[in-house]
């Protein structure tokens, strides 16, 4: 942790935190809904071939997001952009059941990740706004909590559509900020 804080990029461009998950399920959206926001960048969304960056102060704290893609050929370039993580924000479509097991193995997968055990974890059941069986959010939760184990996590149901959703993603901000203040 302290090599991360004090790293010459960290303090330069701020905290790195990445913004994983599969395809179709909002990054780049809550990429551009993360203040300040861009509204007509978040309408105009195309599939994310490589990466998008932005950076954010929140709570006087300077964090550089990383929205990669989620693209199933793309996902093995995460790997790329693990060293000096400080955080992974992992966003899933909770409406899009056919592939919770997907989202599941996929988290697994960075879980596992030698170079992010260091990075705190958040999980994010995106899309808020749908309406979506609670047994699926529930199910993702598990698995998450199961996969952490005591590691520092927070889980949250954002939206980029709703005010309730976005103070979801307000927290998640504050829960990354306050990380720093200790
Ligand atoms: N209902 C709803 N749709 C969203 C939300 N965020 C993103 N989307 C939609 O999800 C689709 C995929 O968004 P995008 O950001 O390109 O996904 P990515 O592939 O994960 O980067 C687009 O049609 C977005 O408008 C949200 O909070 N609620
Ligand atoms: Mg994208």
Redesign the pocket.
């Known amino acids: 942790m302290g090599t991360v804080l004090s790293s010459p990029w960290t303090k330069s461009k701020g905290l790195k935190v990445l913004i994983v998950?599969l395809?179709?399920?909002?990054?780049?959206?809550?990429l551009h809904t993360l203040p300040p926001s861009d509204p007509e960048a978040a309408q105009q969304?195309i599939?994310?071939k490589g990466y998008n960056t932005k950076q954010v102060t929140h709570h006087d704290k300077r964090f550089m997001f990383w929205?990669l893609s989620?693209c199933h050929g793309l996902r093995l370039h995460w790997r790329f952009y693990f060293e000096n993580a400080h955080a992974v924000l992992f966003?899933v479509d909770p409406t899009d059941t056919a592939r919770i097991a997907e989202a599941q193995s996929e988290l697994a997968r960075l879980a596992a990740e030698p170079q992010l055990a260091n990075a705190r974890f958040a999980l994010l059941l995106?899309?808020s706004?749908?309406p979506v069986d609670e047994r699926v959010n529930q199910e993702m939760s598990a698995k998450f909590a199961e996969l952490m184990g005591s590691r520092p996590r927070l889980v949250e149901h954002?939206?980029?559509?709703t005010e309730q959703?976005k103070r979801a993603l307000g927290r998640v901000l504050d829960w990354l900020a306050d990380d720093l203040m200790r």
């Open positions: 998950g395809d179709f399920v909002g990054k780049t959206v809550l969304t599939a994310t929205d989620g966003v995106h899309k706004d749908l954002t939206s980029c559509k959703g």
